[in-house]
């Protein structure tokens, strides 16, 4: 058995005790204070236990910043940087911006193409000010930052395992931080371990989140807290935030390095009669683009589009939609189906996809708040000039 005492004759001024319950390898660890002596016991379980053995006594000297509460240490949060709720002296800071909202602004840095910030804090001794839904009974304190999505993308935000002591809840919200105006975008509370709670949402541009670290149940300690934005203009996939996606970042193909419409492609303009026979020709420059005043003048009318020289491989995403992109008010059916030249048998100008047998493609179901979307794919053998047809 092994034990420590601070005074060497009080049995209740004991510090630590250890006793395996087999020969040897006991161990006990405690903190100690300056110029302060200390009493260690070797001791047997019972009355003939004694013998032989060997004692070893190491006095690790602590620092503040080591992430480790230490001796006199109120906190210890792995750093020594003010307002994170734990100073450089590792004692519990008055409240600082972090503490309530709007929080504490937290820069992106670009590392790679990938937009990133890092931080280590403490929640010991702040305000429990919020909750999520996640952790709507909690009592915990609570710290709060805020971050601009610059570039916009997939984003990640994490408290992971390490450098965290404490079982945490993470949440994430827009809109604005606290309020009515608060749109909670995510919110994560593992419900055991230290860390391990990330919360993942698709951002536009130049959006303000804000990230408030809490506690499960009253739970209070150090975290790290990661953010990642993964810019996705030019993945070829349309995402929150962009008006195009033609899977680069070229400019002059419609489609420039800000996945925004470009100026000249961007108001291409519907001219009647536009027969499949004599359509409206698509510019070669323009490999999105957006026709905002065409229109469907009557029953039984149909528009049509020319786009020449698609080569394998080529992607074509069209769709159709009511005044705005999004929009399909009242039901509103527009049928979009894409031809490849010559087209020997036209399909009908009345019905659904049914009546465009001929057809390589096409869609007549709402999606994403659009009438319709038609997704296509050029083959090795089916390379050259198509036509889009929109009907009601």
Known sequence: VLYARSNCTNE??????????????????????????????VDGWGASEQGPFGLTCTVKVPYCGNGDKEGI???????NTPNDGCNADCEIEPKGPADVCPGTNL?????????IAYLT????GQTNAYNGTCNSSSTAPDQVYQFNSGPGGNVTVTVPADGTTFNTALYVRQGACFGPSAVQVGCKDSSYGSGNETVTFQAPPNTTYWVIVDGSGSASGNFSLEIRVVPTCGDGTLD?????????????????????????????????????????????????????????????DSDHFRINNLPAGAKVDAYTYLDTFGSCSGGSVLVVSLWKIPITTPGSDYGLCTGQGASVACSSSATDG????LSHTVASGAVGDYILKVHG
């Open 240 to 300: 929150v935030g962009e008006e195009c996606d033609d899977g680069d970042k070229t400019p002059g193909d419609g489609c420039d390095a800000n996945c925004d419409i470009e100026a000249t492609c961007g108001g291409l303009t519907e001219t009647e009669p536009n027969l499949y026979s004599t359509p409206n020709v698509i510019p070669a420059a323009c490999g999105t683009f957006v026709i905002p005043n065409a229109s469907i003048s009557a029953v039984g």
């Open 370 to 373: 659009n009438c319709a979307k």
């Open 121 to 124: 804090g403490s929640t010991s």
């Open 73 to 79: 240490e109120e906190c210890d949060d792995g750093n």
């Open 12 to 41: 209740s001024s004991e510090v630590a005790c250890h006793d395996t319950g087999t020969e040897g390898g006991d161990t006990v660890t405690f903190p100690v204070a300056k110029n302060t002596p200390y009493y260690v016991f």
């Open 107 to 115: 820069p992106l840095m670009n590392s790679g193409g990938t937009y």
